[in-house]
């Protein structure tokens, strides 16, 4: 195997046990190098116990994990000069001014003085961050707070950058800017783990996806593959008129013999289907009916429908 062929990340059979809790019981990953793979799961799943043993966090109790062939346990310290790790809070001094973190941490990365604050200058213009550059950090927003500490996180530029739900709390302005930034670092070659609350966030940054509940992998795929994975599309309806909704709603639970949901669009419904053909006929029906629709498609369920479908919970 050349070395372009080997993981970012390789588990198997990963296990962390907390007393009597198996928090991560049994956890096989491939995370092939150069992308953004992403990490969903419910509360309590073992995410965030799952990124603390490939980061040398955590120690495992059993299993095997390599970071680019190198085994988490016996070669720690090569694995730590191959990673980096940005948790769910920032991790920068508020004391300090957004410089002073970057120009800290160069030099505790081993950067000469004008070395270290050169690279804090690249990464506060590449950031968006240059007209706070003297502030002290607890003046800044959440997002410009995250931003900084995914900067912190690629001071030396990582093989390997572990997110762990880094737009946590941002508005979705800030959540937007953190897409962009993780998009850069990989496009420089960089390889990331996201985990992430949002199933979207997933959608939109991750070529591939794991769904971990309970400590394993449940499902895994790309976000198509698992949209598929359910065997159902879902039908979404916009009416004209909000006072024709309870009748429309009627009508469609007939034709389409499932559950119909109402949306907090006031005029919105939806309901999952597995045949193309009963949602055609759904639509007639309404006309016939004589309710109005100004909207009537049928799409892929969403990322939220396929983590309730696999885990019976919302994800968190």
Known sequence: MSAQDVPAIETSGLVKVFGTTR??????????????????GPN?????????????LLRPDGGQARVFGHDVLHEADTVRGLVSLTGQYASVDEEMTGTENLVLLGRLLGYRKAAARDRSEQLMVAFG?????????????????RRLDIAASILST?????????????????RNQVWDIVRAVVAQGTTVLLTTQYLDEADHLAARIAVIDAGRVIAEGTPGELKASIGAGTVHVRLRDAAQRPAA??????????PVQQEADPVALSARVDDAEIAAAALAELAAAGIVVDEFALGQPSLDEVFLALTDRAAA
Do not use: H, I, N
């Open 129 to 145: 961050l240059t007209e706070a550059a003297g502030r002290l950090v607890k003046t800044y927003s959440g997002g410009m707070r």
């Open 249 to 258: 709603e009627d009508v469609l639970a007939r034709a389409l013999r499932t």
């Open 23 to 40: 928090a991560v019981d049994g956890l096989d990953l491939t995370v092939p190098p150069g992308t953004v793979y992403g990490v969903l």
């Open 158 to 174: 990582p093989r390997l950058l572990f997110l762990d739900e880094p737009t946590t709390g941002l508005d979705p302005r800030s």
């Open 44 to 56: 309590g799943a073992g995410k965030t116990t799952a990124v603390r043993m490939l980061a040398t």
